[in-house]
């Protein structure tokens, strides 16, 4: 930071050359080589994750492309972060409590001319636990990853470990897919899991700080998936 001039390399040694990590500019154009997928940005809670997906979505839209931004995370406001009226952009969110009461509904509605009162009664209590949360909250990650068949979705997630029980749950259901397909009944079954693991479809950015507990966190979930 003095006026002087800079100091000189140690002898021996060659001189600092200027860091050359491409940008994020990059990345977008990158991913725009392809004419629709799902990117799905991932890491730690409060690294950023919703400012890079709103910033790569909006990349995609500069570059002609329709994109779906959506979070799974209940903590992030991507409508806050970009502007919703951009055309090419749609902007939404999967709220737990919304989803859940539609999938209430529709398992309600499909029982209710195959049981009784009491039957649709004791439904309903069945379906009031954490577990239908969850399973309704896959359903709506199942609508959206097969969204990017005609577009691309950028989906912001929650943080790692609520990340990972939404993929432990597209495991679960593959198993039990390939558990029930009837071998005497030709048909090609493509599962959320498939898709998620299909690299052509599915790009995965991983987002972190340059600090020691993001990093390993970061790394250790790149480990994981």
């Known amino acids: 930071l003095s006026d002087g001039p800079p100091a ?13 990590i491409p940008g994020l500019a990059d990345l977008v154009d990158e991913l725009a080589k392809s004419a629709q997928g799902l990117i799905m940005v991932m890491g730690k809670g ?10 790569i979505a909006v990349g995609l839209v500069q570059r002609g492309k329709g994109v779906h931004l959506s979070t799974t995370d209940p903590a ?15 902007v939404d969110r999967i709220d737990p409590r919304a989803e859940t009461d539609r999938y209430i509904a529709k398992v ?4 209710r ?3 009784d009162p009491e039957g649709l009664a004791l439904l309903r209590e069945d379906l009031n636990s954490p577990c239908t949360e969850e399973v309704a909250v ?8 097969g969204e990017a068949r005609q577009s691309f979705v950028v989906l912001d997630t929650a943080p790692t470990g609520h990340t990972l029980l939404l993929m432990d749950a597209a495991g679960a259901y593959h198993r039990q897919m390939m558990h029930d397909l009837d071998p005497g009944r030709p048909g090609r079954v493509v599962t ?13 950015v991983l987002v972190t700080l340059p600090e020691a507990t993001p990093v390993s966190e ?3 979930l790149q480990d994981d998936l």
């Open 8 to 20: 000189r390399s140690a002898p021996g040694c060659p001189p600092d050359e200027p860091s050359k």
């Open 46 to 55: 409060g690294v950023g994750k919703t400012t890079v997906a709103s910033a």
């Open 76 to 90: 992030a406001h991507v409508a806050a972060t970009v502007d919703a009226g951009m055309v090419g952009l749609t």
């Open 108 to 111: 309600m509605d499909s029982r």
């Open 113 to 115: 001319h195959s049981l």
């Open 138 to 145: 896959f359903h709506a990650f199942s609508r959206i990853v």
């Open 192 to 204: 959320p899991l498939m898709r998620l693991q299909d690299r052509d479809y599915t790009k995965i």
């Open 218 to 220: 970061a790394s250790a």
